[in-house]
């Protein structure tokens, strides 16, 4: 069918959250006249570019762990270094107060991009038709129709909801209510020891709570090295994360200020009540009412939008990234996609994303950081690898600061000796791991590693430490 077209662009960009918002500059410094169409509304009833990422995501997430990370530092380790403080309170307004102001710069930063781009900024619900067309639905006013030759689809996702435990955003929360307390729960509930979980679980137990996860499977993080998993496990039970594993939440009951969950475990059935319940189980890609069934669009098995691996969906000129398409949710995944699209639509060859090098943290103490193959998965494949392993506890810097707990992990390919995995635990993995994702992106070999030079007194000389101790020539622990 089709419409009176209000505007037309060379691309359409729906949504701009890390995915969207990133190929719409790209899109717009390769000469395209671009739109980004965003649907979302903050707590003031405006606009807000950014997504998930910026507004409710990786960056207020990472403000309250640095905050609380602060107050934990001071209130059990400053001691340590012969500073004396008493009386340690924490302003939780005030913390709240400072992440809101960091997301309204950043996501103000976007606006300022769009607008030094030349990018259009439409604020509204986007909907795909046939023959690239996509009706506009704003928050008040009529529809109205625009269209482009090239159309990127980056809506991103949201939590999964759970009948037994409906959120209400004041006793039972998601993780945007989780960042948003303004006052510290005594107790807080959380149902699933993932990533969301164990990131905000730690922001609200450092600040005092008593912090209890529901873990629906029997292992734990089973995404990481599984060596890595179970010494997270142990230092999260230490800092007294109460992770319970292989429990089940068959139901919760809310009444006025305290919830009620009821679990099964392989011990029988509990009862526990709590103050807050978090409901962190996952993450559903946003294709509600985006696209008209006349318009064809495939989705895949799990419902998230069917692309190839250049992140083409099944109708020439509309590609999808971010959230919504296959692989780990992560904004920097949805950013790359995002790039390479923009460039692909540019007639650009040659460009593609690394799939295989997808760098992937979470932001707990001691930080988890990974890229490339766990020991598990080499096993699996049947791969003859050799290990090298540097504890945190020889490394001089992390002595210094305070923080030796953790290790680094690399594994080399037997024969040729080029990197397949790095594994991180450890104050600082976060941004170590960049080391490892450009030596692999690079091919490198554990020798190659080995032999570069690393400023003495980093932690980075642990990376440099782990691949001697491939060929078991580690210098400062025994081999
Ligand atoms: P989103 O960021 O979800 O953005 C999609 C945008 O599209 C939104 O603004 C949405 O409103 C809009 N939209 C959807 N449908 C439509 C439509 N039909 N019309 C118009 N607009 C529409 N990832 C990391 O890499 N590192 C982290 O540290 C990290 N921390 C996180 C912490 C939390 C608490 C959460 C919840 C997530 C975190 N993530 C993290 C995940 C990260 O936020 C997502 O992977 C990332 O935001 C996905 O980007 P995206 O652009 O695909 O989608
Ligand atoms: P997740 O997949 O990391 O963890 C969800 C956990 O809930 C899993 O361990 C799962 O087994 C468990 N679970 C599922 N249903 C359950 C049930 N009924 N009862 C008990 N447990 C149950 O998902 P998440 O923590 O919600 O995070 C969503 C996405 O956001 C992730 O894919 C992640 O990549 C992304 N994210 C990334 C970061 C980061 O990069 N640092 C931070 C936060 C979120």
């Known amino acids: 069918m089709t419409h009176e077209i209000k505007y037309s662009y060379d691309v359409i960009v729906v949504g701009a959250g890390p995915a969207g918002y990133v190929a719409a500059i790209r899109c717009a410094q390769l000469g395209m006249k671009t739109a980004c169409v965003d649907r979302w509304i903050n707590?003031?009833?405006?606009?807000?570019?950014?997504?998930?990422?910026?507004?409710?995501?990786?960056?207020?997430?990472?403000?309250?762990?640095?905050?609380?990370?602060?107050?934990?530092?001071?209130?059990?380790?400053?001691?340590?270094?012969?500073?004396?403080?008493?009386?340690?309170?924490?302003?939780?307004?005030?913390?709240?107060?400072?992440?809101?102001?960091i997301v309204q710069k950043l996501t103000g930063g976007i606006a300022a991009?769009?607008?030094?781009?030349?990018?259009?900024?439409?604020?509204?619900?986007?909907?795909?038709?046939?023959?690239?067309?996509?009706?506009?639905?704003?928050?008040?006013?009529?529809?109205?129709?625009?269209?482009?030759?090239?159309?990127?689809?980056?809506?991103?996702?949201?939590?999964?909801?759970?009948?037994?435990a409906?959120?209400?955003?004041?006793?039972?929360?998601?993780?945007?209510?989780?960042?948003?307390?303004?006052?510290?729960?005594?107790t807080m509930g959380i149902i699933g020891a993932g990533v969301i979980g164990l990131e905000l679980g730690s922001v609200w137990r450092r600040l005092g709570s008593e912090v209890i996860l529901l873990e629906a499977q029997e292992c734990f993080l089973p995404m990481l090295d599984n060596q890595v998993a179970k010494d997270a496990l142990k230092q999260f039970k230490k800092q007294g994360l109460d992770i319970r594993l292989h429990a089940r939440v068959t139901s919760t009951e809310r009444k006025d200020k305290v919830v009620t969950v009821n679990y099964q475990d392989a011990k029988g059935d509990h009862q526990i009540d709590v103050d807050h319940l978090v409901v962190a189980v996952g993450r559903k890609p946003n294709t509600d009412n985006l696209f008209d069934p006349d318009s064809n669009l495939l989705l895949d098995e799990r419902?998230?939008?069917?692309?190839?691996?250049?992140?083409?969906?099944?109708?020439?000129?509309?590609?999808?990234?971010?959230?919504?398409?296959r692989g780990p949710m992560l904004a920097h995944k949805g950013s790359e996609e995002g790039v390479v699209v923009a460039e692909l639509i540019a007639g650009m060859t040659g460009v593609e994303?690394?799939?295989?090098?997808?760098?992937?943290?979470?932001?707990?103490?001691?930080?988890?950081?990974?890229?490339?193959?766990?020991?598990?998965?080499?096993?699996?494949?049947?791969?003859?690898?050799?290990?090298?392993?540097?504890?945190?506890?020889?490394?001089?810097?992390?002595?210094?600061?305070?923080?030796?707990?953790?290790?680094v992990k690399i594994f080399a390919d037997d024969e040729t000796d080029v990197i397949l995995g790095v594994h991180i635990i450890g104050h600082n993995a976060s941004e170590l791991i960049a080391e490892a994702v450009v030596a692999m992106e690079f091919s490198s070999s554990a020798e190659d590693l080995a032999r570069i030079m690393h400023a003495h007194p980093t932690l980075s000389e642990a990376l440099h430490e782990a691949a001697l101790a491939v060929d078991k020539r580690a210098i400062h622990i025994m081999n």
């Open 113 to 164: 991009l769009f607008k030094a781009n030349s990018i259009d900024a439409i604020h509204g619900h986007a909907k795909l038709h046939d023959n690239k067309q996509i009706e506009v639905i704003p928050p008040e006013g009529e529809s109205y129709w625009i269209d482009a030759e090239d159309i990127i689809l980056a809506p991103g996702s949201s939590p999964i909801d759970i009948n037994i």
């Open 166 to 186: 409906p959120v209400d955003e004041e006793r039972i929360l998601d993780s945007t209510g989780a960042l948003d307390l303004t006052e510290i729960p005594k």
């Open 303 to 325: 419902g998230f939008i069917h692309v190839d691996d250049d992140c083409q969906t099944n109708l020439p000129g509309v590609y999808a990234i971010g959230d919504a398409v």
């Open 353 to 407: 994303v690394n799939y295989d090098l997808i760098p992937s943290v979470i932001y707990t103490s001691p930080e988890i950081a990974w890229v490339g193959k766990s020991e598990q998965a080499l096993k699996a494949m049947g791969k003859k690898y050799k290990v090298g392993r540097f504890p945190f506890a020889a490394s001089g810097r992390a002595l210094a600061m305070g923080d030796s707990t953790g290790q």
């Open 43 to 101: 707590e003031q009833g405006k606009s807000s570019l950014g997504g998930t990422c910026l507004n409710v995501g990786c960056i207020p997430s990472k403000a309250l762990l640095e905050s609380s990370e602060h107050f934990e530092q001071i209130e059990n380790h400053i001691h340590g270094h012969g500073i004396s403080v008493s009386d340690v309170k924490i302003d939780v307004k005030k913390m709240i107060k400072r992440k809101d102001q």
